[in-house]
Every structure is written in structure tokens, then in C-alpha cells.
């Protein structure tokens, strides 16, 4: 959730380029968060 403040925090004069940044901000969140949920035998072997 750090990420997404700090994306948040910073000024990007355009709204795209700002709209994407905290939409990446927030995707690499929620993968953090599906990928601390997992827990099979397989999801530790990729690691």
C-alpha cells in the first residue's frame, strides 16, 4: 500500500500517464496480496 501513496503523492501533469500510474500501483498491490494468499505445494516451487 506504500506504492500506491506514494504514486498517489507525485505530480504527473498528464491525467493518462497519471491514471496509469496509480492503476499499476494498485495492480501490483493486489498481485502482492493474490500472490501472499496462495499456498500449494506449486505456488512455492515458482518461488
Known amino acids: 500500500m506504500e ?3 506514494l504514486v498517489g ?3 504527473v501533469r498528464d ?3 497519471r ?3 496509480r492503476e499499476a500501483a ?3 498491490a ?3 496480496a ?3 494468499a496462495r499456498s500449494g505445494a506449486r505456488d512455492k ?3
Open 3 to 5: 506504492l500506491v501513496r
Open 9 to 11: 503523492g507525485i505530480t
Open 15 to 17: 491525467i493518462d500517464n
Open 19 to 21: 491514471n496509469q500510474a
Open 26 to 28: 494498485s495492480s501490483c
Open 30 to 32: 493486489r498481485n502482492i
Open 34 to 36: 493474490e500472490g501472499a
Open 45 to 47: 516451487a515458482r518461488v
